[in-house]
Structures are given as structure tokens and as C-alpha cells.
T-cell receptor
Framework: AQSVTQLGSHVSVSEGALVLLRCNYS??????LFWYVQYPNQGLQLLLK??????LVKGINGFEAEFKKSETSFHLTKPSAHMSDAAEYFC????????????FGKGTRLSVIA | GAVVSQHPSWVICKSGTSVKIECRSL??????MFWYRQFPKQSLMLMAT?????????EQGVEKDKFLINHASLTLSTLTVTSAHPEDSSFYIC?????????????FGPGTRLTVL
């Protein structure tokens, strides 16, 4: 079975400050890992994904995440927060094959303070 | 590429009526589609897995007679909320897995906001 834990349901940062959203996973097989962003009343937009290639993954909007097997983590970072980054962020895990759906974390709401 | 649409984007209906939500993969074929439900300020809850040409697989606790899912083609799955009640009000999101594409990558629709009065 797979699961994802997102530490912190709400993170608040100042504009221009580092963004760090935490995600830890549990998986019995090498996982695929994803970060999605959701703006109010919208669907999910893929930020980045890890699929067993490079452990440092760069995504859209300046976000990146590093897969650390020893820590079972896939934290999302951005060097400098922008007001437009305020949204809900979801980490998700899946096995690399099969028709199984993604397993989502509970989400972290990011607020950016001017 | 890999665009998933949902229609309608929002719907308001009276209690007791049925509502159909469509999920379409616009530029790829999807053997598998997933339906999720999201309550305010919460994560996505998987409702069912829909495979083209076969019956949907429902998650525990989801009423299959209440939430009818049909996946009649490789580009269309529908979710019908039958005899809707106010507690069915929610944000419904579908996702589609591409046939022959990157294994187990899913593409999400924009969601449908259902409000039952």
C-alpha cells in the first residue's frame, strides 16, 4: 500500500522568501511522485513529477523537488515566493505501472504575504 | 497535449433531480478514468475507477446506485448523480490515464462544482 503525508496543512511565507512544502511517502515499490497545484474552484495542475530518472526534478513556475529515498521524502521548494504562488498544493504517489489511481496527501495551503 | 475537459463546469439543481457530468480526453485515448470528489478545504477522495467497456470499480463507502459511471468510449466517461440531495454538493474532478502513454500518469479535468438546493 502507498501513502503520502504532507506536513503542515498551512504554510505562510513572505513574498520573496523561500517556499518549502514537505511531503513524505510510504511505498513498498519504487514510486512515482507528483506535485500538483490547485487554485480556487479549479482542477489540478501538474507542477512536476519524479519517475525514477534524475532525483532533482524541475517543474513549472520555478518549483523543484528532490527525491530522497533514504528519507522517503519529496519536498517541494521555490527560492523566491510570488504572490501568484498562493494556492493549495498536493503531493501524490503511485506505483510505476498499472491502473491504480494516484494517492494524494491532504494538501498544504500556501499563503504569500506581501 | 493531454487535455481533459469536464462539462458542465458548474451546475445548480433541485433536490431529487439527477445530474450528469461528462469527462472527455480531448487529444488522447484513455482506457482508464478516475472520478474524485473534493469537499471544501480537503483533499481529493477517489470515488471510482472507470475502465472503457466495463463496469466501474467503486471505492468502499461510495454508493454505486447513487453515482452511476459509464465509460462507453476511449474519450468519454460520465458520472450521473441520481436523486441528488444537498449532501451531494461538492466539487467533482475526473482524471484520465493515457493509453500507451507514460505508465500511470494521469491528467486532470478542471472540475465540476455541483450545488444541490
Amino acid at each position: 500500500a502507498q501513502s503520502v503525508t504532507q506536513l503542515g496543512s498551512h504554510v505562510s511565507v513572505s513574498e520573496g522568501a523561500l517556499v518549502l512544502l514537505r511531503c513524505n511517502y510510504s511505498s513498498s515499490v519504487p514510486p512515482y511522485l507528483f506535485w500538483y497545484v490547485q487554485y480556487p474552484n479549479q482542477g489540478l495542475q501538474l507542477l512536476l513529477k519524479y519517475t525514477s530518472a534524475a532525483t532533482l526534478v524541475k517543474g513549472i513556475n520555478g518549483f523543484e523537488a528532490e527525491f530522497k529515498k533514504s528519507e522517503t521524502s519529496f519536498h517541494l521548494t521555490k527560492p523566491s515566493a510570488h504572490m501568484s504562488d498562493a494556492a493549495e498544493y498536493f503531493c501524490a504517489v503511485s506505483p510505476p505501472s498499472g491502473n491504480t489511481p494516484l494517492v494524494f496527501g491532504k494538501g498544504t495551503r500556501l499563503s504569500v504575504i506581501a | 497535449g493531454a487535455v481533459v475537459s469536464q462539462h458542465p463546469s458548474w451546475v445548480i439543481c433541485k433536490s431529487g433531480t439527477s445530474v450528469k457530468i461528462e469527462c472527455r480526453s480531448l487529444d488522447f485515448q484513455a482506457t482508464t478514468m478516475f472520478w474524485y470528489r473534493q469537499f471544501p478545504k480537503q483533499s481529493l477522495m477517489l470515488m471510482a475507477t472507470s475502465n472503457e467497456g466495463s463496469k466501474a470499480t467503486y471505492e468502499q463507502g461510495v454508493e454505486k446506485d447513487k453515482f452511476l459511471i459509464n465509460h462507453a468510449s476511449l474519450t468519454l466517461s460520465t458520472l450521473t448523480v441520481t436523486s441528488a440531495h444537498p449532501e451531494d454538493s461538492s466539487f467533482y474532478i475526473c482524471s484520465a490515464r493515457a493509453t500507451g502513454g507514460m505508465v500511470n500518469e494521469q491528467f486532470f479535468g478542471p472540475g465540476t462544482r455541483l450545488t444541490v438546493l
